[in-house]
């Protein structure tokens, strides 16, 4: 199986390689095998792309806002009509299955490119009078951003970046997580193919050294970094050195609050949604699942059948409900936090090893019951399918526990109570909250993180402030009234 694409870079409307850069091999993390080789980018490279992006970026802001949308509307267009193909490149690239990534990673991207397309043209500033003269406000582009992406959804990550950043006038340098580098070189081929001008889009790969060289260059106005929380501070407190904007969609380790009195079967689905769903890397998982005493038993019980029957296997098969994790490396990580638990004193419900299949980094999805904060598997994100379970007696007790932590991407609640669930979420310290669901992300909300979890927002209009600045322009009517 081979996913070689023509060239590892994508600069100035076209693919660019250069063999002096650093080998990346691409695996299909089902299978072990190298499906493509890429090369990580010069610094001449680099340069190629800053220096591209820089140039298109002027004509591209003064381009009508309708026009910028109508071209991100078709890109939108032929990303859903090259669905499958689209799907099973995200498989090989992350291995997730593709039944996911028919129905989450490119849709996802082509909602947030629609959604903004729909966004750009709304973009005005106001008239503020003042008996007189007045003032009004334009609301301008920040210039050439940099989006540096994760693994975990890296279409999907590439399309809500550099959706707004162009919707609203910016061009856009992105670098993909290495271990997944395929996807971005595809968005790039399908803007040029819908019309957008060369060297708005420019795809560069390379490891964090690749990063670090755009989040410090003079011409970069914006970073938008998708990561964790270790790179997050390193990569803002680049971007500050030179003042510029940053988004950071940082991890977590957030709270799924369920009461006695929810649906058993909704909590128990929505709890595996927030731990299995991508083999558990998905940022806003809810991995701390606080269940209240009265129903825990029955929860669990629950939880084990339905876990056990979860169907792991070959991510290209259509029965496949979770696949590997996306490397070594990771599968590493997620069974040292594995041992760690078992070590810690969590009792084991189901799962715990690695799943019975020849090839590929599977895990069998798993759940810690009597989990307690003080345990790692409490306090650190593990980004795979790893569910702690930890049980409560009352709300106050419940909400005390959930904020007891540095991250504060996400939480969620299950309750028959309405007046509780909102009562809860209110106090709750976290940027994307659910109340009887989980992890549901339309583009048409703001999502990102408090405390260590983010700064900024992506998607909703809460994404026009992150990409675009305010000027205010003060219109003198009378005579200048100077005293000297
Ligand atoms: P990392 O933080 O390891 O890397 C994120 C990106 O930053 C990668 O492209 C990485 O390159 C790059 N990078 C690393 N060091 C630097 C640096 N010094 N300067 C610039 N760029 C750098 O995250 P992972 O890829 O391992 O992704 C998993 C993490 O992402 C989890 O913590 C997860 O919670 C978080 N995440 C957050 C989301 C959110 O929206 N809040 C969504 C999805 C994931 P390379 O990998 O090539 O070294």
Redesign the pocket.
Known sequence: MKAQPTASHFIDGAYVEDTAGAVIDVIYPATGAVIARLHEATPALIDRALAAATRAQGQWAATRPVERARILRRAADMIRDRGEELAQLETLDTGKPVQETRVADWPSGADALEYFAGLAPTVTGETIPLGGDFVYTLREPLGVCVG??????PSQ?ACWKSAPALAFGNAMVF?????TPLGALKLAEIYIEAGLPAGLFNVVQ???????A??TDPRVAKVS????????R??YA?AAEGMRHVTM????KSPLIIFDDASLEDAVGAAMMANFYSAG????NGTRVFVQKGIKDAFLSRLKVRAEAMVLGDPLDDATQMGPLVSDVQLAKVMGYIDTAKTEGARLVTGGARAALNTGYFVQPTVFADVTDDMTLARE?V?GPVMAVLDFDTEEEAITRANATEFG?AAGVFTADITRAHRVIGQLQAGTCWINAYNLTPVEAP???MKA??VGR?NGHAAVQHYTQVKSVYVGMGPVDAPY
Request: aromatic share 8%; proline share 4%; with cysteine.
């Open positions: 540096i992406g994760a693994w975990n959804y990550i670098k993909p997580s290495e271990v390379g490891r964090g050294a690749v990063g670090g755009l989040v970094l998708t990561g964790s929380v270790p790179t997050g390193k990569v680049a969609e940082l991890g977590g890397q998905v940022c806003s994100e980004f991407l999502f990102g993180g979890s983010g992506e």
